[in-house]
């Protein structure tokens, strides 16, 4: 089985821009989650969808937004980027959304802002 | 609010020999897991091991255990044999049985160095 997908790997804005980052989870998986990670903040909880809707939201402004597809793939957006947004993006996915379950993480998408 | 800690930022340990990285976490929950994630140059996050905490026997997963400590809020993850592919960045995490939802607690991470 394919593990979690997340495109692209690499990117580089400038700050005003906005961005988009995909995920895709494990098949039959319907739990996406989204943390933000940094060398000063650490892992950070963004939100986490299921069932295409939001289930959880961290305590991010609301220039971060995301959303979820009825194939379980979810998008995150953050708009008017800013330096700090630099940092390492991971998802993760679950087969349903609860404590019970164990997320698996994708390779994560490097956001650099200039 | 739940919090994890992971005092030592960076560990080293021999090939072959023994090492162990602790966590403790602050909690009024009386159930929970807890987990802890490696995470290599990839970068990529990989599940190490998990204990439930109403499950008093410690989890294993060959090399890997842990011995939980549930009235001092302690979670230690002991690698045994040490080898080169354990260098990694590992993280401690916790979720209450109570979350709603999959939202992960992380601990700030210890960095392991495996020298040959």
């Known amino acids: 089985k394919a593990g979690v997908t997340q495109t692209p790997r690499y990117l580089i804005k400038t700050r005003g821009q906005q961005v988009t980052l995909s995920c895709s989870p494990i098949s039959g998986h319907r739990s996406v989650s989204w943390y933000q990670q940094t060398p000063g903040q650490g892992l950070q909880f963004l939100f986490e969808y299921f069932s295409e809707t939001q289930r959880n939201k961290g305590n991010f402004p609301g220039r971060f937004s995301g959303r979820q597809f009825s194939n379980s793939r979810s998008e995150m957006n953050v708009s008017t980027l800013e330096l700090g947004d630099s940092a390492l993006y991971l998802c993760?996915?679950?087969?349903?959304?609860?404590?019970?379950?164990?997320?698996?993480f994708g390779p994560g998408t490097r956001l650099l802002v200039l | 609010a739940q919090t994890v800690t992971q005092s030592q930022p960076e560990m080293s340990v021999q090939e072959a020999e023994t090492v162990t990285l602790s966590c403790t976490y602050d909690?009024?929950?009386?159930?929970?897991?807890l987990f802890w994630y490696k995470q290599p140059p990839s970068r990529q996050m990989i599940l190490v091991i998990r204990?439930?905490?109403?499950?008093?026997q410690n989890a294993t997963e060959n090399r890997f255990s842990v011995n939980f400590q549930k009235a001092a809020k302690s979670f230690s993850l002991k690698i045994s044999d040490s080898q080169l592919g354990d260098a990694a960045m590992y993280f401690c995490?916790?979720?209450?049985?109570?979350?709603?939802?999959?939202?992960?607690?992380f601990g700030e991470g210890t960095q392991l160095t495996v020298n040959p």
């Open positions: 993760a996915s679950s087969f349903n959304s609860g404590p019970q379950e164990t997320q698996y």
């Open positions: 909690t009024s929950e009386s159930d929970y897991y």
């Open positions: 995490a916790y979720i209450s049985i109570g979350t709603s939802g999959s939202r992960l607690t």
């Open positions: 204990q439930e905490a109403y499950k008093q």
